[in-house]
């Protein structure tokens, strides 16, 4: 299927059925993306934009995973952050936008924000979710094998909840993804989004989906990269011998 649309996409533009402004032909958009790429500019943009995705998804993956392992351990600091965290969590990372320049100005840090808040929230529920949904048996047991606190936080309870963390995780990369797009759109002169705006301006479509189709290919290896980690990290948890 993907081969005959990919055909019957070809044919209607040479067959001149439709602005190649408004719809380019296949073999236009992988001309400008072989162009792209061997100006230099395609991997100078896709490092930038990746480079923003792992500083961002660091800062708000490593402030969500122990606020919210200390969240679904405690139910006193969950009650009094939980409030806060659920008036905050609806709010998506653009409309923190103009905060952020007036915050920030422009360059890397608003659009690390961005990536920041979108990363963050994802990870923060899936951790505590994952340490108040662990089997009551563990914990009954590993107190009848006299576990302390310590002990039981960390040899029953982190190891329950990481299938749940590793959810979250993977989830909140895809949101940095999608919010770095967005947020180079807006602060930064450089990165995939950037060009798709400029791209934008002077009515580039070719360009534009040539740059929609490097974001598509670059979040499909994200994804399957978390996904061969999950596996390799939760063997012993779905019985997988390798």
């Not at 390799?232 to 011998?241: A, V």
Request: charged share 10%; with cysteine; glycine share 12%.
């Amino acid at each position: 299927m993907p081969l005959l649309l990919l055909v019957f996409w070809e044919a209607v533009c040479r067959a001149g059925m439709v602005s190649p402004i408004m719809l380019p032909s296949p073999t236009a958009i992988v001309l400008k993306w072989g162009e792209w790429l061997l100006s230099g500019e395609l991997l100078i943009d896709v490092v930038g934009s990746m480079g923003r995705v792992v500083g961002g998804f660091l800062i708000g993956a490593g402030l969500a995973l122990p606020l919210g392992l200390f969240m679904g351990a405690s139910p006193r600091i969950y009650e009094y952050c939980n409030p806060i965290i659920q008036v905050l969590r609806p709010i998506p990372p653009i409309a923190w936008i103009p905060m952020s320049i007036l915050w920030f100005g422009l360059g890397n840090p608003p659009a690390i924000f961005l990536i920041s808040l979108g990363a963050f929230f994802p990870v923060l529920m899936n951790t505590i979710a994952g340490v108040q949904n662990v089997d009551s048996i563990y914990l009954r047991a590993s107190l009848n094998l006299g576990a302390g606190k310590g002990i039981m936080f960390r040899r029953v309870i982190l190891p329950a909840a990481t299938p749940y963390i590793l959810a979250g995780v993977r989830i909140g990369i895809g949101t940095a993804f999608i919010v770095v797009i967005v947020s180079e759109m807006i602060a930064v002169n450089n990165g995939l989004g950037y060009r798709i705006l400029e791209a934008r301006e002077f009515m580039w479509s070719d360009k534009i989906i040539a740059g929609m189709i490097t974001i598509g290919l670059l979040g499909l290896a994200i994804d399957q990269l978390m996904n061969r980690l999950n596996n390799y990290l939760l063997r012993w948890h779905r019985g997988l011998d390798s």
